[in-house]
């Protein structure tokens, strides 16, 4: 069979979007060529969807990295409502399929539900730091993505929150960061996408400094960032708790532009950007895994940059 399991998820971000669910469902099947994908999804449409009588339609494909592909399809229910299908591929073999669900539309899935355990997506792997890494092409200037939008930011009330496991919840203003000392640092940024950029300077307060303040407890295992447009990610907190980390105020010497994550946004070097969060408000100490935005679309639990952590493979 080709799906013996799915886990449903989801996100804030992806409901603004107006997608219900995501049932996301490893799977394990050779392909030639879009025409092969496009029966994988029809076959998949068919377990899950059995009697609906939806018509499925290819929207797009894209390179991820030099080793990955996705492709989008919509299976319409109607003239105006669609599934969305997202189909992963790797060295020609489908690795996973993807539903979003809309929330306005009522239907009744066949799939064995399971839970997503990120740990056996988290190896014990070093990360090397000699030379580029895998999968990356360089280029001279930042994409800049908004996939929820560029928020509006009212700085007069605008506060950065720090809680969760912690033993003292913070809430710091933009003076108050500047308060705690800037430090810069010059560091290759990552796209999962595969492009990089070389040395861009960012400045801001050490994430080290934010973990003083607060102390977060032993239990602590994740850390989960929301942004003021609804956009969330997570990681491992150590990776979190790298010292080359900041809350980034300033880049290549001037405050962050809105298109950056003005007031201030994450940094985190080592993982791919879609890690560092623009525009963040809220970061989250916590014992227990929860999908951010890409995380729910299929996208790694942490992301580790040299070692290409780009999906999640269980």
């Not at 933009?174 to 000392?181: I, V």
């Not at 080290?208 to 295992?221: D, F, G, I, Y």
């Amino acid at each position: 069979m080709l799906i013996s399991r799915c886990y449903e998820t989801g996100s804030p971000g992806l409901e603004s979007k107006g997608v219900g669910v995501v049932v996301d469902c490893p799977v394990s099947r050779r392909v030639e060529g879009v025409s092969d994908i496009e029966r994988v999804v029809e076959e998949a449409v068919d377990l899950l969807l059995h009697g609906l009588g939806a018509s499925v339609v290819f929207e797009s494909s894209e390179s991820i990295g030099y080793t990955h592909t996705l492709h989008r399809f919509r299976v319409y229910v109607s003239s105006d409502m669609y599934v969305g299908v997202r189909v992963l591929v790797r060295d020609r073999e489908v690795t996973r399929i993807l539903f979003t669900i809309p929330r306005r539309l009522s239907l009744e899935l066949r799939y064995n539900r399971a839970t997503y355990d990120p740990s056996q997506d988290l190896t014990s792997t070093e990360m090397h730091s000699e030379g580029a890494p895998p999968g990356q092409v360089y280029i001279d200037i930042p994409i800049v993505y908004a996939i929820l939008g560029v928020p509006r930011v009212d700085i007069a009330n605008w506060k950065l929150t720090v809680d969760g496991l912690v033993e003292r919840p913070i809430e710091l203003s933009l003076a108050d960061l500047y308060e705690l000392g800037v430090t810069s640092v010059l560091v290759d940024f990552h796209c999962v996408t595969g492009w990089s950029v070389k040395g861009l300077e960012f400045a801001g307060v050490p994430v080290l400094k934010l973990v003083e303040l607060a102390k977060p407890l032993e239990s602590t295992r994740w850390v989960y960032v929301e942004s003021l447009d609804g956009y969330s990610t997570i990681m491992p907190v150590e990776d979190f708790l790298r010292s080359e980390n900041l809350v980034a105020l300033e880049m290549n010497g001037r405050p962050l532009h809105p298109l950056h994550g003005y007031p201030a946004r994450l940094l985190v070097p080592s993982l791919y950007g879609w890690k560092s969060a623009k525009w963040v408000k809220r970061i989250h100490f916590t014992d227990r895994y929860i999908d951010g935005y890409w995380e729910a679309l299929g996208y790694h639990p942490r992301g580790r940059v040299d070692l290409e952590e780009r999906f999640k493979t269980k």
